[in-house]
């Protein structure tokens, strides 16, 4: 199963990947789990300077922006 | 003591210019508002339709050499992208709010769930399938 974690303090824009990541997996019908990380230790840790953030399976795919629900489902086909 | 940020995100999509119609009535205004919550989701950057209809020169330039312009229309007479057109500017997206079951009128009211189900359907980008060429003129 894929798992899928959105990074971000809270904010309309960490809120917006976190459903149309929800939105893609639904359009895929994937098996995945999403998980929405707002503790500012894990962002640091991970080195994230740039929210919110995109993580596919333990790695970085996005950070900074907000991908559209299109460009989420070519990355997680991909 | 290190100051601690409360939001680290990233800047806003330069590419994407948003024209919603501001009309009158209940879709109208929500356009606006959905035009207004897109901008600060990092969508795009909220531009002035009643500016484009004037021809303004430095934003025609702009919405021309824009990655991609997003038009929102609150109603099916679908004044903004008319606007648009007749300056040359062809939308990638054009999203009417009535189309998205959302009912034009008598009341100006509208609610938070309204406003979501027109931003939600712009980063689906439902919008894109729909017909972008020139759309019929209304009747004299």
Same mark, same amino acid.
Do not use: E, I, N, Y
């Given at each position: 199963m894929t798992k899928i974690e959105v990074l971000g303090t809270g904010c309309a824009k960490c809120k917006r990947l976190y459903a149309n990541v929800q939105e893609a997996v639904k359009s895929l019908g994937m098996e995945a789990e999403v998980f929405k990380v707002d503790s500012l230790d894990e962002l640091i840790e991970r080195g994230v300077?740039?929210?919110?953030a995109l993580y596919i399976d333990g790695t970085?795919?996005?950070?900074g922006r907000v991908a559209t629900v299109d460009e989420l489902i070519r990355m997680l086909r991909g | 003591m290190t100051k601690i940020p409360t939001c680290t995100c990233g800047e806003n999509e330069p590419g994407r210019i948003i024209f919603p $119609?501001?009309?009158?009535?209940n879709t109208g205004q929500l356009s606006n508002l959905a035009a207004v919550e897109l901008t600060e989701e990092g969508y795009g950057s909220i531009a002035c339709v009643a500016k484009l209809a004037i021809g303004d020169e430095g934003l025609v330039k702009s919405a021309m050499n824009a990655d991609e312009v997003v038009v929102i229309d609150? $109603?099916?007479?679908q004044c903004a992208k008319k606007i648009a057109l007749a300056q040359g500017v062809v939308p990638a997206q054009h999203v009417i709010v009535? #189309?998205?079951?959302i009912g034009k009128g008598p009341s100006k009211s509208y609610t938070p769930d309204d406003i979501e189900t027109v931003v939600s359907a712009c980063w689906r980008g439902?919008?894109? &399938?729909? #017909?972008? &060429?020139d759309p019929p003129g209304r009747q004299e």
């Open positions: 300077m740039s929210t919110p970085l795919r996005l950070s | $119609c501001a009309g009158q009535a609150g $109603c099916p007479l009535t #189309d998205l079951g439902v919008g894109k &399938s729909a #017909d972008l &060429s």
